[in-house]
C-alpha cells in the first residue's frame, strides 16, 4: 500500500492534535505549524513526482474494494492541487509567525489551520462522493472558525454571511448527492462514471448535475452566488485571507471540474454551456465589482470572483487546451492572489489600515514591497512574461478556437480591467506622497529583523514562482495538458480505481 | 403512497426553510437552516427507495446476506449529516448570537458595513 497517499491528511492531523495539546505554547505551535507544513509540501511535491510518470494512484481505505469502500485517488489534476494547497500552506504559516498576534494561537488557530488544509487535501484526494462532502465540512468549519476567531465587529458580520450561504450550498449538495445515490446506487466516482453513461433518465440526470453545479457555484464563488465571498474575505486577519483566497475557493472550482469532466459530461452540450455562460458573468461582475472598491482586500476579493471566471472558462469550452488553460490558471492564481493579499498584510501591518485613502508612499519607503507588489499584480492582469499571460493565452486560444467570440472578447476585456484596478492600488498605495497619519503610524510600529524575514520570505519566495512560471512555462504547460488529457479521457480513471473490483 | 406523502413533506420543509432565511432575523434564519437540513436528510432517504425488506443482517453460518434485503448505505448517509449538522448549528448559533450582542440587532438587513 502507497503510505505516500494519506499522508497529505495525515500530517495536518497530527500537526492539529499537537497544537491542540500544546495549546499554551505557541512557539510550538509555531513550529509544528512551518515544519508540518513544510513536510506537506514535500510529500505533495514527490506525490505529483509519482503521479505524473507512474500514473494515477489509488489507495482503498481499510482495503475494502472499491465500490464499496472509500478510494483515496491522486490523478495529475489532484496532484497539482494537492502541491498548490502544500506550497500556500507553507508561505502561510512562515508569513503568519510575524502577522499573526499572540493571542490568536492560544484559542486555537494554528489548530484551526491545519484542519483546514486537512480538509482541502482531503477534497483533492477522495474518490467518493460523500466523502467529499465529509471534507468539504472539515474545510468549512476550519474556515468558519478562522473567520470568526477573535469576535471583532467585521469579523462576525462578514462571518455571518459567509456561513450563511457556504451552510445552504452544503445543503444543496447533500440534497442532489442523495437523488444522484437514488437513481445510480452508488458514490464511488468511477463507479458513478460508468453507471451514468447508461443511465436510463437522462433528463433527471441533467437536473441533478444543475443542482451540483448550483452547490459548487456557491463555493467557488461563481456568478450570480458570489456576494458572500467580496463581504467577507477581508474582514480577518490577513494570514487567514491569504489562506482562504489561495485556497478555498479552488476546492469548489476543483470539484466542478472533477465532476463535469468524469460524471455529467452526457449532456455536456447543455451542462456546459451554462457553465460557459456563468464564466463570462462571472469574470465580469466580478472585475466591475472591483472597480467600485477602495479597500485593497476588498479590491482583490472581488478579483478573486473574477478569476474564478476563468477557471471555469476552460471546463465551459471543454477542449483539451482549454482545460490545460484551467488548470494552469489555477496554479498562476492561487500563488499570484495569495501573494497580493500577502503584500497587502504587510501594508496593513506597517500601518493598520487597507484603506487606500489612508496609504501612499510605499514606493519610496519600502521599494522592494513595490517591486514585489508589481510582479504578482502585473501576472494577475496577464502582462507577459509573467504566468497570467500564458494562462490567459491559453484560455483564449482556446476560445477562439471554438468560435466562442463572446467569451473570448469579455476575457480580454475583463484583463483590461483587472489592469485598471492593479493600477489603481499601485497609484494610491505606492506612487501617491504617503498621508502624514499613517506615516507617524508607521514610525511607531516595530520592524524588526525578524518581521521581515518572516514577512518578507514567502511573499519573495510565491513571486520567484510566478516569474519562473512566466519565463519557463514549458514544464507546466507541459504538465498541465497532460493533466487535462486525463481528465478528458476518463477511462484511465475508471479503470484505475476500479481494477479489482468486486462487481455488484 | 408514501414516496407521495414524504415527497409533499420534503417540499414544504425546503418552502419554510428558505422562506425563513430569507426572514432576515437571525434567529429565524437558524430554524430555517435546520428545516432545509431535515429536508435535505429526508430527501436522502426518500431518494434511496423505500422498502419493506429485511435488516442487512448476514445471519450465521453464511457469509452474504440473504437477498433481498434494505439498503443500509442512506440510513449511514443520514446519520453523518445529522452530526454534522449538528455541529454546524451549534456554531451557528454561538455566532449569531455574538454577532447579536456585538451589533445590538437582530436585523441582518442591518448588518451591512462590511458590503458595498
Redesign the interface.
Known amino acids: 500500500m502507497n503510505l505516500l497517499l494519506p499522508a497529505p491528511l495525515l500530517i495536518p492531523l497530527l500537526c492539529a492534535t499537537l497544537s491542540l495539546l500544546g495549546r499554551r505554547a505557541v512557539g510550538v505551535q509555531r513550529f509544528l505549524a512551518v515544519a508540518g507544513c513544510s513536510l506537506n509540501l514535500v510529500v505533495s511535491a514527490c506525490l505529483l513526482y509519482v503521479v505524473d510518470n507512474d500514473g494515477i494512484q489509488v489507495m482503498q481505505s481499510g482495503s475494502w474494494p472499491a465500490p464499496f469502500g472509500i478510494s483515496l485517488v491522486v490523478d495529475r489534476l489532484s496532484a497539482i492541487m494537492l502541491v498548490l494547497s502544500g506550497l500556500m500552506g507553507a508561505a502561510v504559516a512562515v508569513f503568519s509567525l510575524a502577522a499573526m498576534d499572540r493571542h490568536r494561537p492560544k484559542f486555537g488557530f494554528y489548530f484551526f489551520y491545519h484542519t483546514l488544509l486537512m480538509g482541502v487535501n482531503g477534497s483533492f484526494l477522495t474518490g467518493d462522493l460523500f466523502n467529499l462532502y465529509v471534507w468539504f465540512e472539515v474545510m468549512l468549519m476550519s474556515s468558519f472558525a478562522l473567520m470568526s476567531l477573535g469576535s471583532e465587529r467585521a469579523q462576525l458580520e462578514g462571518g455571518i454571511k459567509y456561513v450563511a450561504l457556504n451552510v445552504l450550498s452544503t445543503a444543496f449538495f447533500l440534497a442532489a448527492l442523495g437523488v444522484l445515490y437514488g437513481m445510480t446506487g452508488t458514490l464511488n466516482m468511477a463507479h458513478l462514471a460508468t453507471i451514468v453513461r447508461s443511465a436510463g433518465n437522462q433528463g433527471m440526470l441533467t437536473t441533478v448535475s444543475l443542482l451540483f453545479m448550483v452547490a459548487f457555484g456557491i463555493k467557488s464563488a461563481a456568478f450570480p452566488l458570489f456576494f458572500w465571498l467580496p463581504a467577507s474575505y477581508h474582514t480577518p486577519p490577513t494570514p487567514v485571507s491569504a489562506i482562504f483566497a489561495g485556497l478555498l475557493t479552488k476546492v469548489g472550482v476543483y470539484a466542478l471540474i472533477r465532476l463535469f469532466t468524469l460524471v455529467f459530461v452526457t449532456d455536456a452540450a447543455f451542462t456546459h454551456l451554462i457553465l460557459l455562460v456563468g464564466a463570462g458573468l462571472t469574470m465580469l461582475t466580478g472585475v466591475l465589482g472591483a472597480a467600485a472598491q477602495t479597500e485593497m482586500r476588498r479590491i482583490l476579493s472581488f478579483h478573486i470572483v473574477s478569476q474564478v471566471g476563468y477557471m471555469i472558462m476552460g471546463l465551459g469550452l471543454l477542449t483539451p487546451l482549454a482545460l490545460a488553460g484551467s488548470v494552469f490558471y489555477i496554479v498562476h492564481h492561487v500563488i499570484v492572489k495569495t501573494n497580493l493579499f500577502l503584500v497587502a498584510g504587510v501594508i496593513a501591518f506597517r500601518t493598520g489600515t487597507n484603506e487606500l485613502i489612508a496609504l501612499g508612499g510605499f514606493v519610496r519607503t519600502m521599494p522592494w514591497l513595490a517591486l514585489f507588489f508589481l510582479i504578482p499584480a502585473m501576472s494577475l492582469a496577464g502582462l507577459p512574461p509573467l504566468s497570467g499571460f500564458f494562462a490567459k493565452l491559453m484560455l483564449i486560444v482556446a476560445s477562439f478556437r471554438e468560435f466562442s467570440w463572446v467569451v473570448a472578447i469579455t476575457a480580454l476585456v475583463v484583463g483590461f480591467l483587472t489592469l485598471y484596478s492593479m493600477t489603481k492600488i499601485w497609484n494610491e498605495v505606492f506612487w501617491k506622497p504617503m498621508p502624514p497619519a499613517s506615516g507617524e503610524a508607521m514610525a511607531k510600529v516595530p520592524w524588526s529583523v525578524r518581521d521581515r524575514v518572516c514577512l518578507f520570505g514567502p511573499i519573495m519566495a510565491l513571486a520567484l514562482c510566478t516569474v519562473l512560471i512566466g519565463i519557463c512555462a514549458e514544464p507546466l504547460f507541459g504538465l498541465s495538458e497532460r493533466a487535462a488529457g486525463q481528465l478528458l479521457n476518463p477511462d484511465e480513471y475508471i479503470r484505475a480505481v476500479l481494477a479489482g473490483a468486486v462487481r455488484p | 403512497m408514501t414516496e407521495v406523502f414524504l415527497s409533499l413533506v420534503i417540499g414544504v420543509l425546503y418552502a419554510a426553510g428558505l422562506y425563513l ?1 430569507m426572514c432576515r432575523n ?1 434567529a429565524k ?1 437558524i430554524i430555517g ?1 435546520g428545516l ?2 431535515h ?3 429526508l ?7 423505500l422498502s419493506t425488506q429485511r435488516a442487512p443482517i448476514v445471519p450465521e453460518g453464511v457469509t452474504i446476506p440473504v437477498v433481498p434485503i434494505v ?1 443500509p ?2 440510513q449511514a ?1 443520514i446519520l ?2 445529522i452530526v ?1 449538522g449538528f ?2 448549528t451549534a ?2 448559533l454561538v ?2 448570537l ?2 447579536h450582542e ?2 445590538g440587532t437582530d436585523d ?1 438587513e442591518k ?1 451591512r ?3 458595498q
Not at chain 2, 43 to 49: K, M
Open positions: 432565511m437571525i434564519f437552516l432545509i437540513g429536508g435535505a436528510n430527501l436522502i432517504f426518500t431518494a434511496a427507495g439498503d448505505l442512506p448517509l453523518t449529516a454534522i455541529g454546524l456554531f451557528v455566532l449569531f455574538s454577532a456585538v451589533e441582518l448588518m458595513s462590511t458590503d
